[in-house]
């Protein structure tokens, strides 16, 4: 079972490169490991500890223990439901919006009048 989502940890990554205007090889550097570890992260062979995680997501401007969070209770959805973060969101968005109660339209305001 991976330890997080590889779709989460892409992202992070990248609002981290974005937001500190650094490539992967800066990024990499700066978490003190090699490019081939962070390219391995981006394609979910490898995983990052929770101490990089935590030190990408301050990178990026996230909090650090809410992203970790979010990371590994995607993965163990991923485990267990085969729920993929995407579907989630929407599962989550669909339940939470509210709908606009309906209006119906009374057949006398579409007539013409003459």
């Given at each position: 079972?991976?330890?997080?989502?590889?779709?989460?940890?892409?992202?992070?990554?990248?609002?981290?490169?974005?937001?500190?205007?650094?490539?992967?090889?800066?990024?990499?550097?700066?978490?003190?490991?090699?490019?081939?570890?962070?390219a391995h992260w981006r394609r979910?062979?490898?995983?990052?500890?929770?101490?990089?995680?935590?030190?990408?997501?301050?990178?990026?401007?996230?909090?650090?223990?809410?992203?970790?969070?979010?990371?590994?209770?995607?993965?163990?959805?991923?485990?267990?439901?085969?729920?993929?973060?995407?579907?989630?969101?929407?599962?989550?968005?669909?339940?939470?919006?509210?709908?606009?109660?309906?209006?119906p339209v009374r057949k006398t305001?579409?007539?013409?009048?003459?």
């Amino acid at each position: 079972m991976p330890v997080v989502d590889p779709k989460l940890i892409a992202q992070v990554l990248d609002a981290a490169a974005r937001r500190m205007a650094w490539n992967d090889l800066q990024l990499s550097e700066h978490l003190g490991i090699g490019h081939s570890s962070l390219a391995h992260w981006r394609r979910g062979k490898a995983w990052p500890d929770d101490r990089n995680l935590r030190e990408l997501a301050k990178l990026a401007g996230l909090h650090p223990y809410e992203t970790l969070r979010a990371c590994k209770l995607a993965a163990a959805l991923w485990a267990k439901h085969r729920v993929t973060p995407e579907d989630l969101a929407k599962a989550v968005a669909a339940v939470s919006e509210p709908k606009p109660p309906e209006n119906p339209v009374r057949k006398t305001a579409l007539r013409r009048r003459s």
